[in-house]
C-alpha cells in the first residue's frame, strides 16, 4: 500500500478509540452552534439590547467560565472523563440554546450565559478524554485535526443564510437555536457511545472515589506550584490569555462591525465565518504546516501575531458605508484571509503549548487552573470592549490590535525553551516539557 505522505492524513487514517470520536463528532458542530453564532450579536441588537450589554454578557460568560473552570478539575477527575463531558454538554449547550430560542430581553441573555458557563467543565474532560491516551508527539497534530474539523463545520453555514433571508433574523435564529439544541444532544450521546474512559481517568476517579468535591480542590495549591515553577507553563499561559482576548472581542463584535458599520445584510453574515474556514483549511495544509514544520517555534508565533495584526488594521481602515461597494467585500476577504492565518496558527500553537507542558498525573486539575487564570485575565475585556463599542463600533478592533502587538512584544522578549534544560539537555526552542524532544510538526 502506498504511503501516506500528508501528516495530518496519516494521523486521522492511524487514530483510534477516543481520539477518533472526538474528532470524528466535531463537524456536527456545524450543523449546531455554528449556525448560530455569526448571527449571536445581531440577534440581542434587534431585541433591542445596547452595545455595552452585549460586551457586559461577553464578561459575565467568561465569569461563569472561570468559576466552572475551576470546579472543572476536581468534577473531571471524581467523575471521569467520558461521563463529565456529556452531563455538562448538556448543561452548557442544551439548556442555554433553549433559553435563547426563548429570548424576550438582557435577563433572558444573562441566565443563559451564566448557565453556558459550564462548557469549561466539558472543555476540560473532554481535552483529557481527547489526548491522554494519544502518543504525546501526536497532540499537535491531534489538535490540528480539530481545528480542520471544527473549519469543516462551518460549510454547513449557507443554511442559516438561506433561513434568515426566507424568515427573517429573530424569527430564524430562534429555529436555529432549537436545531442548535437537539444537534448538541445528539452529539454528545453519539461521543459518549463510541468513547470509553482513559486510562488516567479511571485511576483517578478510583482514587478519587469518596472523596468529597471540596477535599479535591483543597488539593489546588500544589497544582499551582507546579505551574509557577514552570516558565514555559506560564509563557504559554501569557499567549493564551492574549489569544483569548482577542478571540472573545472578535466573536463578540466582529459581526457587529461589518453588519452596522460596514452594511453588510443580515443574510450574508454566516458567510463570512465559513469563508475563513475555507481559508484556515488551506492555508492549513499549505503555509501554515509548512511555517510550523520548522523545529524553531519563535519566528511562527510571531508571523501568527503579525499577520492577524494586520488583519484587524485592516477592519479598522475600511471605510463606514450604508451600502457596501465591491471594494468593501474586497476588503473585507482580505481581512478574512489574514485572520484565517493568523487564529490557525495561534490556535494550533496555543493549544499544543498548554496540553505538552502539563504534568501527565494533574492533567485536568492543571489545566483547570490554567484555564481559570486566562479566562480571568480575559474576562474585562468583554465589558471593555463593548463600552468602546458603544461609541464607535470599530474601536474594539483597536483594543485587539493592542493585545497583539503586546503579543508580539512577548513572543520577542519572554520567549522561553517550552522545557527549562538540565545540564544534559541541549537548548532549544520546542523542547518536549517531559522527554526533550523536539515538538512534532504538523
Given at each position: 500500500?502506498?504511503?501516506?505522505?500528508?501528516?495530518?492524513?496519516?494521523?486521522?487514517?492511524?487514530?483510534?478509540?477516543?481520539?477518533?470520536?472526538?474528532?470524528?463528532?466535531?463537524?456536527?458542530?456545524?450543523?449546531?452552534?455554528?449556525?448560530?453564532?455569526?448571527?449571536?450579536?445581531?440577534?440581542?441588537?434587534?431585541?433591542?439590547?445596547?452595545d455595552h450589554q452585549i460586551g457586559l454578557l461577553a464578561t459575565i460568560s467568561m465569569l461563569?467560565?472561570?468559576?466552572?473552570g475551576l470546579l472543572s478539575g476536581a468534577i473531571t477527575d471524581k467523575f471521569g472523563r467520558r461521563l463529565t463531558t456529556a452531563v455538562s454538554d448538556f448543561i452548557a449547550f442544551v439548556i442555554p440554546c433553549l433559553v435563547w430560542a426563548f429570548a424576550q430581553n438582557f435577563w433572558w441573555f444573562l441566565v443563559a450565559a451564566v448557565i453556558n458557563g459550564a462548557w469549561q467543565v466539558s472543555q476540560n474532560s473532554w481535552d483529557c478524554l481527547l489526548v491522554e491516551d494519544?502518543?504525546?508527539?501526536?497532540?499537535?497534530?491531534?489538535?490540528?485535526?480539530i481545528k480542520v474539523a471544527a473549519?469543516?463545520?462551518?460549510?454547513?453555514?449557507p443554511i442559516a443564510a438561506l433561513m434568515v433571508s426566507q424568515f427573517g433574523l429573530v424569527p430564524a435564529v430562534r429555529i436555529l437555536y432549537l436545531n442548535a439544541a437537539f444537534f448538541m444532544l445528539v452529539k454528545l450521546l453519539v461521543l459518549y457511545k463510541f468513547s470509553t474512559e482513559t486510562r488516567m481517568g479511571v485511576i483517578r476517579r478510583e482514587q478519587n472515589r469518596g472523596v468529597p468535591l471540596r477535599k479535591a480542590l483543597a488539593g489546588y495549591g500544589?497544582?499551582?506550584?507546579?505551574?509557577?515553577?514552570?516558565?514555559?507553563?506560564?509563557?504559554?499561559?501569557?499567549?493564551?490569555?492574549?489569544?483569548?482576548?482577542v478571540t472573545l472581542v472578535n466573536g463578540t463584535f466582529w459581526q457587529v462591525?461589518?453588519?452596522?458599520?460596514?452594511?453588510?445584510?443580515?443574510?450574508?453574515?454566516?458567510?463570512?465565518?465559513?469563508?475563513?474556514?475555507?481559508?484556515s483549511l488551506v492555508l492549513f495544509f499549505t503555509v501554515i504546516h509548512w511555517l510550523t514544520s520548522a523545529h524553531k517555534l519563535r519566528w511562527p508565533t510571531m508571523w501568527g501575531f503579525g499577520v492577524y495584526l494586520a488583519g484587524q488594521v485592516l477592519l479598522i481602515l475600511i471605510p463606514a458605508t450604508d451600502s457596501p461597494t465591491a471594494s468593501t467585500y474586497l476588503l473585507l476577504a482580505g481581512c478574512l484571509l489574514l485572520d484565517a492565518f493568523g487564529t490557525g496558527v495561534l490556535f494550533m500553537l496555543?493549544?499544543?503549548?498548554?496540553?505538552?507542558?502539563?504534568?501527565?498525573?494533574?492533567?485536568?486539575?492543571?489545566?483547570?487552573?490554567?484555564?481559570?487564570?486566562?479566562m480571568l485575565a480575559t474576562a474585562p475585556f468583554g465589558w471593555i470592549s463593548g463600552a468602546l463599542s458603544q461609541v464607535d463600533r470599530s474601536y474594539p478592533f483597536y483594543l485587539t490590535s493592542a493585545l497583539?502587538?503586546?503579543?508580539m512584544i512577548a513572543v520577542g522578549w519572554f520567549w522561553v525553551t517550552s522545557h527549562e534544560p538540565t545540564g544534559d539537555e541541549p537548548e532549544g526552542d520546542d523542547v518536549d516539557a517531559d522527554s526533550g524532544a523536539e515538538l512534532p510538526a504538523l
Amino acid at each position: 500500500m502506498a504511503r501516506v505522505r500528508n501528516p495530518l492524513l496519516s494521523t486521522l487514517l492511524t487514530l483510534r478509540g477516543n481520539g477518533r470520536a472526538c474528532v470524528y463528532t466535531e463537524p456536527m458542530w456545524g450543523l449546531s452552534m455554528a449556525l448560530v453564532l455569526p448571527y449571536a450579536s445581531v440577534f440581542m441588537l434587534a431585541l433591542g439590547l445596547q452595545d455595552h450589554q452585549i460586551g457586559l454578557l461577553a464578561t459575565i460568560s467568561m465569569l461563569s467560565q472561570m468559576v466552572a473552570g475551576l470546579l472543572s478539575g476536581a468534577i473531571t477527575d471524581k467523575f471521569g472523563r467520558r461521563l463529565t463531558t456529556a452531563v455538562s454538554d448538556f448543561i452548557a449547550f442544551v439548556i442555554p440554546c433553549l433559553v435563547w430560542a426563548f429570548a424576550q430581553n438582557f435577563w433572558w441573555f444573562l441566565v443563559a450565559a451564566v448557565i453556558n458557563g459550564a462548557w469549561q467543565v466539558s472543555q476540560n474532560s473532554w481535552d483529557c478524554l481527547l489526548v491522554e491516551d494519544v502518543d504525546r508527539k501526536t497532540i499537535p497534530k491531534v489538535y490540528s485535526l480539530i481545528k480542520v474539523a471544527a473549519d469543516l463545520s462551518a460549510l454547513f453555514a449557507p443554511i442559516a443564510a438561506l433561513m434568515v433571508s426566507q424568515f427573517g433574523l429573530v424569527p430564524a435564529v430562534r429555529i436555529l437555536y432549537l436545531n442548535a439544541a437537539f444537534f448538541m444532544l445528539v452529539k454528545l450521546l453519539v461521543l459518549y457511545k463510541f468513547s470509553t474512559e482513559t486510562r488516567m481517568g479511571v485511576i483517578r476517579r478510583e482514587q478519587n472515589r469518596g472523596v468529597p468535591l471540596r477535599k479535591a480542590l483543597a488539593g489546588y495549591g500544589s497544582v499551582l506550584r507546579l505551574i509557577v515553577h514552570s516558565r514555559g507553563t506560564l509563557f504559554a499561559l501569557l499567549i493564551s490569555a492574549i489569544f483569548s482576548a482577542v478571540t472573545l472581542v472578535n466573536g463578540t463584535f466582529w459581526q457587529v462591525v461589518v453588519n452596522k458599520r460596514l452594511g453588510v445584510p443580515d443574510a450574508l453574515l454566516p458567510l463570512f465565518p465559513m469563508a475563513r474556514s475555507i481559508l484556515s483549511l488551506v492555508l492549513f495544509f499549505t503555509v501554515i504546516h509548512w511555517l510550523t514544520s520548522a523545529h524553531k517555534l519563535r519566528w511562527p508565533t510571531m508571523w501568527g501575531f503579525g499577520v492577524y495584526l494586520a488583519g484587524q488594521v485592516l477592519l479598522i481602515l475600511i471605510p463606514a458605508t450604508d451600502s457596501p461597494t465591491a471594494s468593501t467585500y474586497l476588503l473585507l476577504a482580505g481581512c478574512l484571509l489574514l485572520d484565517a492565518f493568523g487564529t490557525g496558527v495561534l490556535f494550533m500553537l496555543s493549544e499544543s503549548l498548554v496540553a505538552l507542558h502539563v504534568d501527565a498525573n494533574e492533567r485536568s486539575r492543571v489545566m483547570a487552573i490554567q484555564r481559570t487564570v486566562v479566562m480571568l485575565a480575559t474576562a474585562p475585556f468583554g465589558w471593555i470592549s463593548g463600552a468602546l463599542s458603544q461609541v464607535d463600533r470599530s474601536y474594539p478592533f483597536y483594543l485587539t490590535s493592542a493585545l497583539l502587538i503586546i503579543g508580539m512584544i512577548a513572543v520577542g522578549w519572554f520567549w522561553v525553551t517550552s522545557h527549562e534544560p538540565t545540564g544534559d539537555e541541549p537548548e532549544g526552542d520546542d523542547v518536549d516539557a517531559d522527554s526533550g524532544a523536539e515538538l512534532p510538526a504538523l
